[in-house]
């Protein structure tokens, strides 16, 4: 199964995954759902060269944190996390996936640097989110948009994948990084890259 889907029809897709978990709760008295779980595979965040160069002009750098990885190929620089867990369906964007490493951004002329850890996709919101410095909460770091597609393979292994060629800083994302990197560089809507992820499936 394929689906493609742009700009405007985001809001109705994640629309369909909420009353998907409405659907999900209020028939808590009928036959056992299965659960989905997700155990293994990818995510990648591409972010263009000239976003790359923009940002190491204001002496700002973002390395991976083990075990995550980086390469740069086709004027990207690109970042590469294991998909640890969750339970994220495409289908009808339920769910969370769950992504290892972290994400280290660095201001050199300030001497500041920020870790993010616990990198999720909350297919409810949109939304990739992980825990800033000093907090214990998921927070939206960006949100999917522009040309977005999902698609699954039944395998084996079953396989579930989703990709967008967008991803929008959020507010809340900018003001932290700005505050704790001690920059105005980081702008609330800023396209930052794309984001893709594939990620294995099992269901009980």
């Known amino acids: 199964m394929h689906i493609t889907f742009g700009r405007k029809s985001r ?50 750098i973002m390395l991976p944190g083990n075990p995550a990885s980086s390469s740069y190929a086709k004027g990207a620089d690109t970042v590469t996390l294991p998909v640890t867990g969750g339970n994220g369906e495409v289908g009808n964007f339920f769910g969370t996936v769950n992504f290892g490493g972290r994400l280290i951004i660095i201001n050199s002329k300030a001497g500041k640097t920020v870790t993010i850890t616990s990198l999720k996709l909350n297919f409810f919101t949109g939304a990739l989110t992980g825990v800033l410095p000093g907090g214990t909460t998921q927070t939206a770091l960006a949100y999917t948009g522009g040309n977005m597609s999902a698609s699954s393979d039944p395998g084996p292994p079953a396989t579930e994948t989703f990709s967008c060629d967008e991803l929008h800083l959020s507010g809340k994302a900018a003001k932290a990084l700005n505050t704790d990197l001690n920059t105005t560089v980081f702008i609330r809507g800023t396209n930052i890259g794309a984001f893709t992820t594939t990620f294995d499936v099992t269901v009980s």
Request: charged share 10%; glycine share 12%.
């Open 11 to 60: 809001l109705t897709a994640l629309g369909a995954g909420l009353i998907t978990a409405a659907a999900v709760a209020v028939s808590a008295s009928g036959p056992a759902l299965a659960d989905t779980a997700d155990t293994g595979g990818t995510a990648a965040i591409s972010t263009p060269r000239a976003i790359v160069v923009g940002l190491a002009k204001s002496t700002i």
